[in-house]
C-alpha cells in the first residue's frame, strides 16, 4: 500500500520551470560593413557590388593608392570591367607592380627592370659557359693523363726483360774486373806450384 501510494503521488517538476532553465539561443553577430579601400581613398559611398572591393580591401589601402597614381581611378574601374572576373585579380596585381616600377623609375618603368634583369642572365650564362669549358679542358687533361699512365704500365712489362738482356749482351761476367782478379790468381797459384816441383837442393 505504501508503494503504490509513493508512486500515485504527482511529481514537483512543472514544464513551467524546465522550460525556464533551457539557455536562449545566440544572438547572430553585427557585421560591420566598412568600405574598401579605394572607395575610401576616393571618399564615396561603397556599394555593394562594387568592381573593386574584391581586390582593394581596407586593410591594404597602399595598394590603391600606387594604383591611382600611375592608372587613375576610372582607368582601373573600366580596365576591371572589361575583363572576366577570373582575370581580375591578376590584372590588379599587374597593375600595381607597373605602378611601383613606374614610380621608382620614371622613365623606364618596367622596361628597365626587364633589362637590368636581362642582363643579368647574360652575365651569368657567359659565367656558365666559361666554367664549362673550363671542365670540359681538366675533363680532356684527366683523360690524357689517364691514358698515359695506361700506356706507360703496358710497355713496362716489356721492357724490362729485353733491357736486362741487352745488359747482360753488353756487359758480359767474363769482362768483368773479377774475371780478371780469378786469372791473376790462377797464375800465382801456377808460379806456386812450380816453386813446390823444384827440388829443396841441388
Known sequence: MENSDISSA????????????SPTPPSPPTVVMSPCAACKILRRRCAEKCVLAPYFPPTEPAKFTIAHRVFGASNIIKFLQELPESQRADAVTSMVYEASARIRDPVYGCAGAICQLQKQINELQA??????????????????LVALICMKMAQSPQESPQQSVDDFISTPPHSGGAYQSGMNFFEDNTSLNSLWEQPLWT
Open 127 to 144: 659565367q656558365l659557359g666559361k666554367a664549362q669549358a673550363e671542365l670540359v679542358n681538366m675533363q680532356l687533361q684527366q683523360a690524357n
Open 10 to 21: 504527482p511529481l514537483s517538476h512543472s514544464p513551467t520551470n524546465s522550460s525556464s532553465s
